[in-house]
């Protein structure tokens, strides 16, 4: 109904940036109202990263707040994740997250598979 694939993930060194990209297909039926990144780092829950709602309010995490950005790309149902100033502490897989409005079933949340950002000292 809604699919998610991550990509943009890999290997920087500390300081260093990387955008990690989530397209995002759905069927006429539903409508996507908040977009958003999560991460689980080794040994760790997932947590919340950063969010944008269908009217372009984004919230950060306090952690990558003034280093990460989350935007969209509309044309392409595309939402973005720029990271930069990466720490070794921002290694984790990072996954896209939807949540969208059916016609009848309501709110749904979907999930991507992951892509690993490894950030090394």
């Known amino acids: 109904q809604v699919q998610l694939v991550e990509s943009g993930g890999g290997l920087v060194q500390a300081g260093g940036s990387l955008r990690l990209s989530c397209a995002a297909s759905r069927s006429k039926f539903f409508s996507i109202n908040t977009m958003g990144w999560y991460r689980r780092a080794p040994g760790k829950q997932r947590e919340f990263v950063a969010s944008i709602t269908s009217g372009g309010s984004s919230n950060y995490e306090d952690s990558v707040k003034g280093r990460f950005t989350i935007s969209t790309d509309n044309a392409n149902n595309t939402t973005y994740l720029q990271m930069n100033s990466l720490k070794p502490e921002d290694t984790a897989v990072y996954y896209c997250?939807?949540?969208?409005?059916?016609?009848?079933?309501?709110?749904?949340?979907?999930w991507g598979q992951g892509t690993q950002v490894t950030v090394s000292s």
């Open positions: 997250n939807c949540n969208a409005f059916h016609s009848w079933r309501g709110h749904l949340e979907y």
